[in-house]
């Protein structure tokens, strides 16, 4: 993710030899894709080893890997998989679903540890719909509606992707004062949108509010608009969910002593996604769940 949303010297002139050898870029890049190219290769290995050992009568539950060989397996004519299609379909979904999920985890813990109200009453929440039990699964998961709104906010917030992907105007338009020729390349500023004053007023803002990250609501689109809005929204939604979820339940949490939870380093950095600056070092205390 660093090599992707870095600079380097051969962005800037990506015709000159010289400087593609001197940069040094395409021989690290080559080799993160032969490490990556190694790992794929022992995950579909293990998928059709686990596949042959489950067709003899085991039980197995298929995911997006075994979707793609089922396909590739089944010689449809029109609709030919090869095994570097399965790859980058793979890489594609957990380069673009993990990262930028880890970040929203990560900014939201933060947030909730600054405001120990937030994290006090979300943690009753998840604590009380999943009384009993030693897991969280995803049954209840729709039960934890302050959750939700706890979420939404630290996307409004910290949108991972705040510069969404470049659009291409369909006809002029003027937007205040300025005028926007058709098939004009724009790039979309959801970080500002989410922080605007104009729209995001009140300090409980997401309740008994109808807004959505789903891109029907235009002052608030962390994960884009339309057609190429971001296909693994309800992926990404879910495994920030459930993940928080279950930290909330199992583990009490508290700052490292000396410092502060209202004083908490919240300086953001800039790569492919924006996250925090420096670490989130947290103490967790675990939680009897089952007698609680």
């Known amino acids: 993710m660093k090599a992707l949303g870095g600079l380097s010297l051969w962005d800037l002139f990506p015709s000159s030899n010289l400087v593609r050898l001197v940069s040094g870029t395409e021989r690290k890049l080559k080799k993160l894709h032969l490490e990556a190219d190694v790992i794929l290769e022992q995950v579909i290995g293990d998928h059709r080893a686990t596949r042959a050992a489950a067709a003899g009568g085991g039980e197995y539950r298929e995911d997006l890997v075994d979707v793609l060989l089922n396909l590739q397996e089944s010689g449809d004519p029109h609709f030919k998989l090869t095994m570097d299609n399965i790859k980058g379909v793979t890489l594609e979904v957990f380069l673009a679903g993990v990262e930028t999920s880890a970040t929203t ?18 943690q009753e929440e998840v604590r009380q719909v999943y009384r009993g039990n030693q897991n969280v699964d995803e049954s209840n998961l729709h039960e934890l509606k302050y959750l939700d709104l706890v979420i939404k906010e630290s996307l409004r917030l910290h949108p991972a992707l705040p510069l969404l ?26 970080w500002a949108i989410g922080r605007d004053p104009r729209y995001w007023a009140e300090s409980e803002r997401f309740l008994d509010c109808s807004i959505n990250y789903r891109g029907s609501d235009f002052e608030f689109i962390p994960f884009g608009a339309g057609r190429k ?25 508290k700052v490292p002593d000396g410092i502060k939870p209202e004083n908490l380093d919240m300086t953001e950095v800039f790569t492919l996604v924006v996250g925090r600056k420096s670490s989130l070092c947290l103490i967790p205390v675990a939680y009897d769940t089952v007698i609680s």
């Open 105 to 122: 985890m990560d900014w939201t813990m933060a947030e909730m540890i600054k405001d120990g109200r937030v994290l006090r009453k979300a």
């Open 165 to 190: 992907f470049p659009r291409e105007s369909r006809e002029k338009v003027e937007i205040c004062g300025y005028e926007i020729p058709a098939k004009t390349k724009v790039i979309v500023n959801a």
């Open 229 to 253: 809005m971001c296909p693994r929204l309800l992926y990404a939604t879910a495994i920030v969910k459930l993940t928080l979820a279950n930290l909330l339940y199992h583990f009490d949490w």
